[in-house]
Structure formats: structure tokens, C-alpha cells
């Protein structure tokens, strides 16, 4: 079994800043990709920044140049530091991974959600 564990959200004014954590834990052999995704309320859910294990990033054209997304292999962990924030950033974010386990076998994994909320 996986689990992955967010945190970092909470409330912060516009312009200010948040480090967003995702850290999985239990039977991993490898995980080959690591996504943020949000959701604000009434909308679906969106992509807003990705790494592959080769290093590969991307990320959503509304964040581009204010979020960075960032990983820690030995710690099973991967960050989002949002900076700039705006009232449009409100949302529950998530993180996904996939994520090899001892078993061989490739799952993908979601986190429990971490609410930004920037208010306008």
C-alpha cells in the first residue's frame, strides 16, 4: 500500500506566497511521475504542474513563472511553491503520483487535498 500526505495550504493575500508538500510513503520501488492538479469550486479539475522521473516539467499557462514544482527523491516528496498569488489560485490542490511499488506494478495515487485560498 501507498498514502500520500499534502499540506502546506491555508489563507494568504494576494501577491503573497505557499509551499504546498506531498510526501508518499510505504511499499515504493520507484515513482516515475509527480503532478499538482487544483480545483476550484464549480470547475473541473485542472492540471498545474507536472515532473517526470527524467526531470521533465510543465505547467499550466495560468502559473507559468509563478509556480515551481520541485521534488525530493529521497524523501519520496514533491513541493509546489506558489508565489504571486491570485484570487483565481483559490482552489483544492492536489498531488498525484505514479508510482512503482515493491510489487512491480505501476498505480496512480492521489493526495487527500490541501485548500489555497487567496482572497480578492
Known amino acids: 500500500q501507498v498514502q500520500l500526505e499534502e499540506s502546506g495550504g491555508g489563507l494568504v493575500q494576494p501577491g503573497g506566497s505557499l509551499r504546498l508538500s506531498c510526501a508518499a510513503s510505504g511499499s515504493i520501488f520507484s515513482i516515475n511521475r509527480m503532478d499538482w492538479y487544483r480545483q476550484a469550486p464549480g470547475k473541473q479539475r485542472e492540471l498545474v504542474a507536472g515532473?517526470?522521473?527524467?526531470?521533465?516539467?510543465n505547467y499550466a499557462d495560468s502559473v507559468r513563472g509563478r509556480f515551481t514544482i520541485s521534488t525530493d527523491n529521497t524523501k519520496n516528496s514533491v513541493y509546489l511553491q506558489m508565489n504571486s498569488l491570485k484570487p483565481e489560485d483559490t482552489a483544492l490542490y492536489y498531488c498525484?503520483?505514479?508510482?512503482?511499488?515493491?510489487?512491480?506494478?505501476?498505480?496512480?495515487?492521489w493526495g487527500q487535498g490541501t485548500q489555497v485560498t487567496v482572497p480578492s
Open positions: 515532473t517526470s522521473s527524467g526531470g521533465t516539467t
Open positions: 498525484k503520483m505514479i508510482i512503482a511499488t515493491t510489487s512491480r506494478r505501476q498505480y496512480q495515487y
